[in-house]
């Protein structure tokens, strides 16, 4: 009998049905759960110590941001979305402003197109860089000792934070795309700032590997645990890392290229393992695969305008057209971060009518039900882990 | 833009749908428009025969029009060989309701969840239709446009 795990696992069992050995019990994980990256409740439904039903209550970093982008210009949205995903500002902006830009049919200056395509690897590496200390954090003093490695991981993503402020003047909240372009152009001595930072951590990378890869307990608290099968990572619409954990070999800046990614080749990490530990292997091929292109692009950026709009003025300078409506994605750190985007809202069209957004880590969240039966409490935190959401985004 | 639909595909759902798709000219690139009984129909051909596996979005809007209501649930699917996107829009009246998508796509349970806590558009047959971001008790739908951004909300009531 084999059943694909969409068949055998119900993740709205009636519990009444349920035959346990012992008593059930119902235990809360979170809303303030150090490792629940944010604020999310997990209820766990467990016999003994294993998970029979695990029911996810997202929704505590609710903002209302889709409500918000009906109200405000398109010039004033692209703050907000750095506040979605708090660890990739970065990709969420250009998610935004490629958005607007299909919308309008503007053209991006070669030049803006390749450092877009640098921030971007950056801000993947500084992504992950976080989710590789707090996801070995989660796993607890297995990985030489507790909290070292998270401590060496934000040591390597603050030089990434200094090319970013170097390049913005802001560590976080870069606010530095616009409509046809950037914003900042680059400064004297970043292409030398960001090489030596990029040796720094290709230097490094493998050491931080090593520590987890050559722990055995590492290796027996990711493998085999929190399996997400190939149909159902697909059903439940799981991108990015995670998606091409499970097997699938799909990576938009290989397959629908913006930015600069159709003239540079990318090398996509797939794995078949399906489990936590395929989804570390995926991560930490990305990083260097993002170093390697980091390095390729930063010596040739091409000289020219890095945009090809007048600069921004004021608030109400960008008109949607009324009665247009598309999906646009992009490929951040986390996978397809896409929008919806219908033209033609308040302010006589400076505002969009309607902005969705589709944020990777919803449907990441989607699979835990899936993903944490059959497994103990202990495992909810490697799998939510190995699963890198961010509240900021799944909640909005 | 929607971008161009692979030909034999184009070809296989006007056979399938005649009156949706038409053979000739072009797809309107804000999304097919497909009335509500073609809704899983159309979803369960282009997973099962063309290989749009990959459950990407649900988007639910609100058009106030001079005579009432309506609203429109676009869904969005992806093939993930040729990474090609597919989306297409269900018009819906006052009172929206839609079949749900859930038994073919497992990510349509929190995707339709959300698209009826803040848009209200209530999917039919969904096994679990609560509110998901919103608190249980909260009144009235955020995404109408109706609703009044400033609208008070007082938790102790």
Known sequence: MNLRQRDRINPHLDLDTVDAAADLMALNMGPQHPSTHGVLRIKLFLDGEVIIKAVPYPGYLHRGVEKLCERLTCVQLTPIFDKHDYVAPMTNEQALNIALERMLGVEVPRRARYMRTILAELQRLASHLLWLGTFTLDIGGTIGGGASLMMYTFREREPILDVFEMLTGARFHYNTHQVGGNRHDIPDGWAAAVKTCMDQLAARMPEYEEQCVTNSVFLMRTKGIGVIETPLALELGLTGPNLRASGVDLDLRRDAPFHAYDEIKVNVAVSNGCDTHARFEVRIAEMYESIRIVRELIDNVPEGPICSLKPVRTVNQIKLPEGKQMYTAIETPRGELGTWLIGGGAEKGACPYRLKIRPPSLHAMAALPYALVGHTVSDVVAVLGSLDPIMGEVDR | MMGPVDPALREALAKQFPDVFAAEGDLDPNGVVVPAALHVALAKTLKES??????????????????????????????????????????LGADPQLATLYPLFAGADWQEREQFDLVGVNFVDHPDMRRLMLSEDWEGFPLRKSYAIDTPHTPWR
């Not at chain 2, 988007?59 to 990474?83: D, K, Q």
């Open chain 2, 50 to 91: 063309f290989g749009f596996t990959l459950y990407v979005s649900v988007i639910a809007t609100n058009f106030p029009t001079a005579e009432g209501e309506t609203y429109e649930v676009a869904t969005v699917l992806r093939n993930p060989t040729t990474a090609q996107p597919f989306w297409w829009r269900v018009r």
